[in-house]
Structure formats: structure tokens, C-alpha cells
């Protein structure tokens, strides 16, 4: 049996990890064939991009070679897949090689797509990749004060960002000493200021406190980088000194080019983890249209449904649980603080008050996480 | 040609019903027709209020068996 992972991030190296080790004696006996192709060898920390904007990590201490992340037993290619022929249960790689499967797992996860939103690319600084997560920094160290404004695309992943951000922003200009210099504003796409109502009965009081303005219902339409106007598609402007965006997210272009789901965002079965019409092909993280957060940690609690199913379609013919959309984020809540929300399909989440052993959790877990996509935590 | 598209949000905490609604909005044409389930209540109230901020056109919306069914059709 042949089983191909399609990507290296955080959702297939758990799932290609858990199966080495479930697998081990049918890989050994060659039974089963297990090969990652990925698009890069290093593999980053993305929430680290976080730290980064604010001068608290440098952006090679987000990094690991893939290669190291991976058991022995798994075949690793830098070779990104350009097509999927399905049904012929084979994949196309950029350097011209076919990949026969009898199980596919996609895990390609997603993209930043400011140039979607008019002046947004130009305007608009963010942190979501390593290169503007820098340049983001530089602009921090060199401000002296102003209006900063803070908006957000939709789809984008790491729902809890945008108000983690506001936390470390207000935290890092007190500490420069310019925080009573400079307004900040938060806007919102929904009717509240998070999507979570209780991340956002908690966080209201918080920003008012700090003193951040809030305007929710604010759908960036465009941007005017030379007036520095920002717009809404629900009809109102804010002016800005310094701007800065999680931009709209989209799935990969080598899912909408293979005709495998708008925008990128593969149709995929909520329990099963399948993709819709292809029993044999596995889809989790960022990358799925599941209504589920696009976070690590989806990915990584779907990752362990789909490599328990798969080991055991191989020793005894059928999958033998379903994911139930759970969810775990942390929150970064400043003053060296943090909370937790976990939920599923059917329960909410329910939040805890923010304490600084979650803090101190969170700074563990930024080192952990190497430990738990080797699947080893 | 309009299409009618169903989004299936229910059970969904983060990024919730109307957030998946603004995302497919986003992909889909001038006069296609979108079905939103949603078993967040407050849906009822807080999806009418942004398609008419925004400018969309509520088609109905009824309760099945605690399953809201928001039609809206994409007016710009
Ligand atoms: C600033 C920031 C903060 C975040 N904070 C958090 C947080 O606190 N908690 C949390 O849980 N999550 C957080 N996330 C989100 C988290 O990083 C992602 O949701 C997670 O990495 C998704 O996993 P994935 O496996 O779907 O995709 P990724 O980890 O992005 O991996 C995709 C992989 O696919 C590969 N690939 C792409 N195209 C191809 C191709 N054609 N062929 C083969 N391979 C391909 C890529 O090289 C990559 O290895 C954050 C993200 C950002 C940017």
C-alpha cells in the first residue's frame, strides 16, 4: 500500500510521524510505502512571526530542517506536487515525477492574498510571512507616534491574532515610552469584536481599559496608501498613520488549478476528514472548507483522526473514529498573561481567566512544538 | 449564470456562521444565491444585520429543527 502526504507543515508532519510509528512493522516488512512531498525543506513556526514583530525572536529561531522533524522511515521529497490526477490515483511534481498512491493526505495549507483587496499589498503592513513580520518590526522601532490602525481579511487563519497583536502592541509601545502618543484602532469584519462571544465579552472590557478604539463591522473594501484612508465595505473610513493587516487568506493555487475547490479550500467531510467524492484522499489543516478554525491546532487534532484511520484501513480494513472539531488556542493576553479556548463541534468554548503560568505554558510551547510534530508529545 | 451554493457552518465556534458567510460572499458572482445552516442562534439576529449594512438582500430565513436557514443573494 502506498501512502503520500502532500505538504510538510504542522498538520502532514504529525500525520506522516503518527503513521511511521503505527506503521513501523508494515514499512519495515514494505507492505506499506510511506512518501512526504513537500514544498520546502526548512519548516517554520508560524506563530513565532508573532514574537518577531516585536523584536522578541528572530525569524531563524523559527526554523527547522524537515528532514530532522521526520522518522527514519519516511520518504521525503522537496518536490512540489503540480497536479492531481485523482482519478488515476497519481500526482504530477514540479520536477516532472509521478507519484502512484492507494491513499492520498493533503495538507498544503494556505496563503496570504492581500493583492485581493485594493491598495491592501501597498498600504498595509502584516506579519503573516517572515519578510513582512520584519519589515513590520522596523516600522514599530521607528515610530514615534500616531494613529495605528488594525484590520482584518477574511478568511484568515489564527482567528485569535488579531486581538493577541493589540495585547504586545500596547505592551511594546508603553514600554517605548509612546503609548500615550498614539491611538489605536481595531477593526472587526462581524458585529463584535471577536468571533468568539466569550473571547469577546472578555476582551471588550480589556481594550477599553487600554484604551484602544473599536469599530466592528468593518470589512476592508480598500486602501488609499497615499491619503492613508482605509475603507470598509460597510461605508466608513479611518485615517492612519501606520496601518497594519492580517490580510485574507486563500488555499493553495495548485488546489483551484486542479479544479479541487474554490479558493483553494478543498470541499472535505467534517467527520471523515475525506474529501468530498474521494474516499481514498485524506484532507486536513488550513486547506480544508471545514467551518474550523485555521489553526496548528486543528491541524494537528485532525492530523491524529486521519493517521489512526489510515493505520488502521491497513491492519483491519476501515477507519475507526471521527474528528469532532476540537480545537485548542492559546491567548496571549499582555503583561505577560495568557488564556486557553477549546471547543468543538458542540461545545463552546468556555474561557478561563488569564493567568501567567498560561504565559509561561505558551513560551514552553513555542519550544514544545518541535517535540509535538515529531509526535512525540 | 447564478449559482446556489450551500455553506454549512453549524457547529462552528471559530470562525463562526457569519465569518463563513463573508468568506464565501467574497468568491461568489452578482446574483448567485447563498444558503447558510448555522446553529449559532445569535445568527438569526447578527446575519440580517450585516447583508443590510453591506448592502445584500435577505432572502428568508426559518428554523428546522434548530438549524437556521438564511437564504441571501448577492447584490453587489
Ligand atoms: C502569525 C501567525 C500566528 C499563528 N498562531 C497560531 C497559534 O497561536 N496557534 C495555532 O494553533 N496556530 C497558529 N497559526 C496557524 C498555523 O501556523 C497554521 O494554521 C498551521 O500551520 C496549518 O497547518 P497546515 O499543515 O494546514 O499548513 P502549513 O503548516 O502551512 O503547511 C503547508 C505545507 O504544505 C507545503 N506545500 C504547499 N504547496 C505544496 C505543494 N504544491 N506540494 C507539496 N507541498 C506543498 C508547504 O511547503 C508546507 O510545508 C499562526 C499562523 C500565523 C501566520
Redo the contacts with the bound molecule.
Sequence with gaps: MRILV?????????VANNLARRLSAEIRNRRVRLTM????DR????????YV?FGQMTPDQLYRD?RSLLESNIEFHV????KFLLDQKKVV??SGQTHDYDILVI??????VPETVPGLAEGAET???EAS?VKLFKKLREFEGGNIALVVGVPH??P??PV?FIFSLHDYLKLRGIRDKTNIKYHYPIGRMHTIANVATWAKPEFERMGIEIETLFNVKEVDAENKVVRSEEGTETQYDLLIAIPPHKG?E?IEQNNMGDGGWIPTDRYKLTMNGHDDVYV????TNLPV????????FE?EVVAENIASIVKIGTPVRDYDGK????I?AGHDRATYAMFNYTTPPDLKPASKPMHWF?TAYNQMYWTSVRGLL | MSTNKVIDARGSFCPGPLMELITYMKQASVGDTLELLSTDEGSAADVPEWVAKVGHEMLGSENVDGVWHLKIRKAK
Design positions: 502532500v505538504g510538510g507543515g504542522t498538520g502532514g508532519t504529525i512531498l513537500s514544498a520546502t519548516h517554520m513556526y508560524q506563530p513565532g512571526l508573532l514583530a524537515q518536490d512540489p506536487v503540480e511534481t514540479k495538507a498544503t495549507g494556505s496563503r496570504i506579519f503573516y510571512s513580520a487563519k489564527c485569535i491574532a493577541e493553495m495548485v486536513l489543516g488550513d486547506t478554525s485555521k489553526t496548528g491546532s486543528a491541524a494537528h492530523a480545537v485548542y488556542c492559546f496571549e505558551k
